[in-house]
């Protein structure tokens, strides 16, 4: 038994650093895994119409609300005050569960302007559409009945499209918004939705940041803790939330089962408060990391500022399956 102790200390120890950095500031998100709230806190609930909880997500029908259809399904979150349209990032999981005969939406930024949109070709591609009726193609494509991550960034009038953290597009324009912050599942230009399951939308700032980390709440919490990751298991991205009673020296680190550190997620100083940070199996929107399906440890040691104190460690585990 001793021996099987100082094994697990050993592989939470020792290994090779890998860090990750990534400049957003998360200003909404919508799980979509129960309810229509904002995890953030920053934001009201979406509005959703015919859209049941299934899979993890909300089920799109593919029915569009034209001609005042009661059957139509509509998801669109409420006007986002902080949202920088100047740069920003939108991403949302997937899954198209019938073929397609035209083009339809994952998500759409904006109603009156819809300024920009994640969309599926019936080929199986993916596109970006901009202002309203103009379209760019790619050559990457999704699969049927299969989950993935649908994400466009826009920062210096160049927009990216990615799909899976692959990049499919990247097109140069300025972008005609109308200070229109609404993201929704509904191309009210196109008169489309697609049919299939949505979770997990998340918009962010692009900015000075140097980290997507979240102080969640402003209220301190009493004790510390550190939360199970969610979704569990991913693939290839999911979030990690801890919360500190104690202003205090903290680090987040992953850790394969042999013990080897493949990210630093966190290594500073950080106010009492609620935390939550994004881990990319793919290495974000830097680096090289390609992790393998697998049992991954996430470990949290917070060194408090006070003396006497004590140091607070915790390690619990995720998988990866892709």
């Known amino acids: 038994m001793k021996n099987k102790y100082f094994i697990i200390i050993a592989i939470l120890i020792f290994g090779i650093t890998s860090n990750i950095t990534i400049a957003q500031q998360l200003i909404a998100h919508y ?74 939406p994952v998500f759409v930024g904006g109603q009156s302007f819809r300024w920009v949109a994640f969309y599926l070709a019936p080929d199986g591609t993916v596109l970006l559409k901009y202002n ?29 499209l990615y799909l899976d953290d692959t990049l499919a597009i990247s097109f140069n324009f300025a972008l ?20 299939g399951i949505l979770r997990d939308l998340k918009i962010y700032n692009l900015d000075t940041l140097t980290t997507d980390i979240k102080r969640i709440e402003y209220v301190n919490p009493k004790l510390f803790n550190l939360n199970q990751n969610y979704p569990n298991p991913f693939n290839p991205s999911t979030m990690i939330s801890w919360q500190s009673p104690v202003s205090s020296w903290q680090t987040m680190k992953v850790y394969d089962v042999l013990g080897n550190e493949v990210a630093t997620l966190v290594n500073e100083y950080k106010p009492a408060g609620n935390y939550e940070v994004e881990f990319s199996a793919k290495g974000g929107s830097v680096g090289s990391l390609q992790l393998a399906s697998g049992i991954y440890l996430y470990k949290l ?11 607070f460690v915790e390690t619990k585990k995720m998988m990866l399956l892709k």
């Open 176 to 195: 005609i918004h109308g200070d229109d912050k609404e993201v929704g599942i509904t191309d009210l230009a196109s008169g489309r939705v697609f049919k």
């Open 301 to 311: 040691q917070v060194y408090p500022a006070v003396s006497g104190a004590g140091i």
């Open 31 to 104: 799980p979509l895994s129960s309810n229509a709230n904002d995890s953030t806190g920053n934001n009201p609930p979406m509005t959703m119409i015919n859209t049941p909880f299934l899979d993890g997500g909300i089920y799109c029908n593919g029915i569009y609300s034209g001609g005042v259809n009661p059957n139509y399904s509509h998801a669109i979150t409420p006007l986002l005050p902080n949202l920088n349209l100047n740069s920003f990032s939108i991403s949302a999981h997937f899954k198209v569960i019938e073929p397609l005969t035209e083009i339809h």
């Open 132 to 160: 309203n009726s103009n379209y760019e193609f790619s050559n990457v494509h999704y699969i049927l009945n299969q989950w993935h991550l649908a994400k466009i960034t826009y920062k210096d009038s160049t927009a990216d």
